[in-house]
């Protein structure tokens, strides 16, 4: 069993920095992508930043330049810088896992909420 849990969200104002981060724990193994993606309120969910393990990382354009995703593969956790906060990017933040073992198989976590307000 897998377990996907981030932290580190909360209410910041605008202009502002956070940092999230999110565990992959339990039988996992061959991890090849870690990533988040973001719900705003009332919107569907979106790309913000995902990492190929040991390569190349891609950020959604609607923050680039303001988010920075990276990892500890030791601990199997990803992180998500972000600075200059802007109210657009209040959302629900989920992580994932992407392993390939026998396929290809999608772990998520169960999100953690960022509100950016004045």
């Known amino acids: 069993q897998v377990q996907v849990v981030e932290s580190g969200g909360g209410l910041v104002q605008p202009g502002g920095s956070l940092r999230l981060s999110c565990t992959a724990s339990?039988?996992?193994?061959?991890?090849?992508?870690m990533g988040w993606h973001r719900q705003p309120p009332g919107k569907q969910r979106e790309m913000v930043a995902d990492?190929?393990?040991?390569?190349?990382?891609y950020y959604g354009d609607s923050v680039k330049g303001r988010v920075t995703i990276s990892t500890d593969n030791t601990n199997n956790t990803v992180y998500l810088q972000m600075n200059s906060l802007k109210v657009e990017d209040t959302a629900v933040y989920y992580c994932?896992?992407?392993?390939?073992?026998?396929?290809?198989?999608?772990?998520w976590g169960q999100g953690t909420q960022v509100t950016v307000s004045s």
């Open positions: 994932f896992v992407r392993t390939f073992t026998i396929g290809t198989s999608t772990y």
């Open positions: 339990g039988t996992i193994s061959n991890i090849g992508v």
């Open positions: 990492i190929i393990r040991g390569g190349s990382s």
